[in-house]
T-cell receptor, first 114, second 110 residues
Framework: DAGVIQSPRHEVTEMGQEVTLRCKPI?????LFWYRQTMMRGLELLIY????????DSGMPEDRFSAKMPNASFSTLKIQPSEPRDSAVYFC????????????FGQGTRLTVV | SQQGEEDPQALSIQEGENATMNCSYK?????LQWYRQNSGRGLVHLIL?????REKHSGRLRVTLDTSKKSSSLLITASRAADTASYFC??????????FGTGTSLTVIP
């Protein structure tokens, strides 16, 4: 397996534009997590899915953020409209649901909103 | 952070020395895991310790867990320059939330 795949690796966009980040989890993994990493706030859990269903989105910062998982092999995180304070590295991770399993991370998407 | 804190925030040691970093967390857990992040990369899993375990070893890594104090420590023995990275603890909570601590930035000087 190629691991968790995120795209794009880098995204530079203007304030007010819509941004869509994509993630392909490892085949067979049924839990998927979206994290945001900044120097100020560290690694924040934004939302996680179990069997394609959003379980906890309490970490999503505001209504401008939305996430979907239409099937077991694809998830998106959308920011509309984007703001400079959304600049961060966004990570997707997946794992098998159940006790005592490790998470596998993608390489992240570095988002810069100017 | 959403779950806990790590200390120290930064640690600088000479090659060959041991490095110890600590993690405190807030809620009940199924297990606690440690991850490593090289600059600009994703996180990589190092070791997992279950809530009913007190100590675990893997190569040069030693992890302890004290659930009564809600704390864990990671010891890297005989450090190498290649160990330079950020280290994060992650708590696997009962609701399947997976929260990370604030991280420790380790620099090993050759």
């Amino acid at each position: 397996d190629a691991g968790v795949i995120q795209s794009p690796r880098h995204e530079v966009t203007e304030m007010g534009q819509e941004v869509t980040l994509r993630c392909k989890p490892i085949s067979g993994h049924n839990s998927l997590f979206w994290y945001r990493q900044t120097m100020m706030r560290g690694l924040e859990l934004l939302i996680y899915f179990n069997n394609n269903v959003p379980i906890d989105d309490s970490g999503m910062p505001e209504d401008r953020f939305s996430a979907k998982m239409p099937n077991a092999s694809f998830s998106t995180l959308k920011i509309q409209p984007s703001e400079p304070r959304d600049s961060a590295v966004y990570f997707c991770a997946s794992r098998m649901t159940g006790a005592n399993t490790e998470a596998f991370f993608g390489q992240g998407t570095r988002l810069t909103v100017v | 952070s959403q779950q806990g804190e790590e200390d120290p925030q930064a640690l600088s040691i000479q090659e060959g020395e041991n490095a110890t970093m600590n993690c405190s967390y807030k809620t009940s857990i199924n297990n606690l895991q440690w991850y490593r992040q090289n600059s600009g990369r994703g996180l990589v899993h190092l070791i997992l310790i279950r809530s009913n375990e007190r100590e675990k070893h893997s190569g040069r890594l030693r992890v302890t867990l004290d659930t009564s104090k809600k704390s864990s420590s990671l010891l890297i023995t005989a450090s190498r320059a290649a160990d330079t990275a950020s280290y994060f603890c992650a708590t696997d909570a009962t609701g399947n939330q997976f929260y990370f601590g604030t991280g420790t930035s380790l620099t090993v000087i050759p």
